[in-house]
């Protein structure tokens, strides 16, 4: 999946990516390379087989059933990162809550989240991001997205 960057506001995009399963348990990773300054919010991720959309495979997709940290998801953060590996925000969210990642320092943050998969199926994996900036800032950031 290819990276997402830019230093301006914008509204709540929805990405929309496909992948066909090598492995059985493939891990869904974010990570953000962000400042203080301009940061980047991700709500309603879902992991769907697409044999049976109708089972979501994520545990806490949109972060309802987290208070400051994501419950279900893993998150660490490089050495360079000063604020630690992102929060749940509960304002400014697409719905309820979401994940805003902290990283201030250059360093880049992660959050992921293993599921099971069948090798072969294909996964239909979406969420929604926005970029917010701080008024006089022009600072570039980056979301990368990936299965591993």
């Not at 929805?14 to 940061?39: E, H, M």
């Not at 809550?97 to 201030?104: A, G, I, P």
């Amino acid at each position: 999946m290819a990276p997402i960057s830019g230093s301006t506001n914008t509204t709540w995009i929805q990405y929309t990516y496909s992948y066909t399963a090598t492995k059985t348990a493939p891990i869904l990773i974010f990570g953000f390379d962000s400042y203080n300054i301009v940061y980047i919010v991700v709500d309603d991720v879902s992991v769907v087989d697409t044999s049976n959309a109708s089972v979501e495979l994520l545990v806490n997709p949109s972060f309802e059933n987290s208070t400051s940290i994501a419950t279900g998801w893993t998150t660490w953060c490089t050495t360079s990162c000063t604020a630690g590996a992102g929060t749940i925000a509960t304002t400014n969210c697409r719905t309820g809550n979401c994940f805003k990642d902290l990283c201030s320092g250059g360093g880049v943050d992660y959050i992921g989240q293993a599921f099971a998969a069948t090798i072969g199926h294909v996964y239909n994996i979406s969420f929604w991001s926005q970029r917010v900036k701080v008024p006089g800032s022009g600072t570039t950031v980056t979301l990368y997205t990936g299965i591993v």
